[in-house]
């Protein structure tokens, strides 16, 4: 159905599907939690590496009447009746995924990160077959091989480190690990790595022992999206990531490959692993795809970089041992060791002084450092003075729980001068 044979016109059906009130009235108790979270969310810091602020459009396509339309299937050849609009939905998100990231097929039905992966291996691999990934004590995903997820129960993971001076990814250990256990896949991504990844490198290894590289992007694609991070794309078989995180859309999943297994990869996603496509979420998914390719998603990115190096400089000055002695991309990872603090410890005071971030396992040893992004607090317009301030805020919380309520009170007038949703 062309869109030009429907009313686009305001009408009665674009009576407020999102409103606030109608729900604080109908089921107050909810109302209030979606309430506070936004306080909450608009009250703090949110350094979560994971996590950003989308935009009022892509929280619109999310809260839409897309969100009751079933749809199983691809464009053109559906299993439900009616999906005449929410196939124009799925091809405008495909094809500026697609535009994008320079790929030649896109897959955007992945309901999450780990769909996503899920469907790479789905449509690369055979139980039992082994595959080289990142270890999870130096960074790698659940979805890498870890004993409590299905890679660890289906497949035969083998791990690699970094560089225990330097933190580094070492190359020449990943090449030879690939030459003695000659994997199927080599998987190239992480939760925490927070320098660019060689994916010439990663291809040139997966080539010398024929294996297909599979780039698990999550983390830096929207870095990608904005030039200010290397492209897996023309390197991998198959690039898996999230549309949240710095990409700033809707959470869910997208894969990217080449056409020669455009065909396996879509199979892999419906009908071998998942059902239904959500059409909310790749509405939403379409939108920040737009968003990413205008001019001011170029600067945002680039942004998000500046103020990481900024933070990372900030937190070292202040004492805690940046991996990596820095950071090329949106994460940060820091143990607070040298303060007399550990990781959970301090990451509980940070919560208590409104500055929210995760604990991550550090690439040597049995502790845990803090990990944390710059995404959503660049999203908000902060910029190197910020950054310098909240390395000194977190300093302070974390040096002497005494001092919690004075920074509480200092990161609620930073936060209060740029709210996410400004009204
Ligand atoms: C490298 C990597 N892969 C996969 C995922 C999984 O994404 P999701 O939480 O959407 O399943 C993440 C999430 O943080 C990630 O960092």
Redesign the pocket.
């Known amino acids: 159905m062309p869109l030009s044979t429907v009313s686009t016109a305001p009408t009665a059906h674009e009576a407020s599907y999102t409103d606030l009130d109608a729900l604080r009235r109908q089921d107050p108790e909810l109302a209030d939690v979606l309430i506070a979270e936004a306080a909450r969310q608009a009250e703090g810091l949110q350094l979560v590496a994971?996590e950003n602020f989308t935009s009022p459009a892509v929280l619109t396509a999310l809260g839409s009447p897309l969100a009751n339309k079933y749809a199983e299937g691809y464009p053109g050849a559906r299993h439900h009746g009616g999906c005449e609009l929410v196939d124009i939905a799925e091809r405008i998100a495909v094809d500026r995924a697609k535009a994008l990231f320079g790929a030649e097929h896109a897959n955007v039905q992945a309901h999450?990160?780990?769909?996503?992966?899920l469907a790479a291996y789905a449509a690369l691999l055979r139980p039992g077959d082994t595959v080289l990934a990142m270890g999870l004590p130096y960074g790698g995903?659940?979805?890498h091989g870890s004993p409590a997820n299905f890679s660890g129960r289906w497949f035969d993971f083998v791990g690699y480190g970094v560089d225990a001076e330097s933190g580094l990814i070492d190359y020449d250990q990943v090449h030879t690990l690939a030459r003695s256990h000659r994997p199927k896949a080599i998987v190239c991504?992480?939760?925490s790595y927070p320098r660019h990844i060689d994916y010439a490198a990663f291809r040139e290894i997966a080539d010398d022992v024929g294996a297909y590289l599979i780039a698990?992007a999550?983390?830096p694609m929207g870095l990608v999206a904005g030039g200010a991070a290397p492209n897996p794309v023309p390197h991998a078989d198959v690039v898996?990531a999230?549309t949240?995180?710095v990409l700033r859309g809707p959470?869910?999943?997208l894969l990217l490959c080449g056409a020669d297994l455009a065909e396996r990869i879509d199979r892999a996603v419906f009908p071998f692993t998942q059902g239904g496509a959500q059409m909310h979420t790749i509405a939403a998914k379409a939108v920040a795809f737009g968003e990413a390719a205008a001019p001011a998603f170029t600067a945002y990115a680039h942004q998000v970089v500046a103020n990481a190096r900024t933070l990372a400089q900030g937190l070292a000055a202040a004492g805690f041992a940046v991996t990596t002695e820095g950071t090329d991309t949106h994460l940060v990872l820091a143990d607070p060791a040298p303060l007399g603090v550990e990781a959970h410890t301090a990451r509980g005071r940070l919560a208590a002084a409104g500055i929210v971030l995760d604990t991550c396992a550090l690439p040597h040893g049995e502790a845990r450092g803090l990990r944390l992004g710059s995404a959503a607090v660049t999203t908000q317009g902060m910029t190197a003075p910020e950054m310098a301030r909240i390395a000194g805020l977190m300093a302070d919380a974390v040096r002497d729980a005494a001092e919690i309520p004075n920074v509480r009170e200092e990161v609620r007038e930073l936060a209060g001068r740029f709210p996410p949703y400004p009204g």
């Open positions: 994971a999450s990160g780990s769909s996503a992966v995903h659940l979805t991504g992480s939760i698990d999550a983390h898996c999230t949240h995180k959470r869910g999943g």
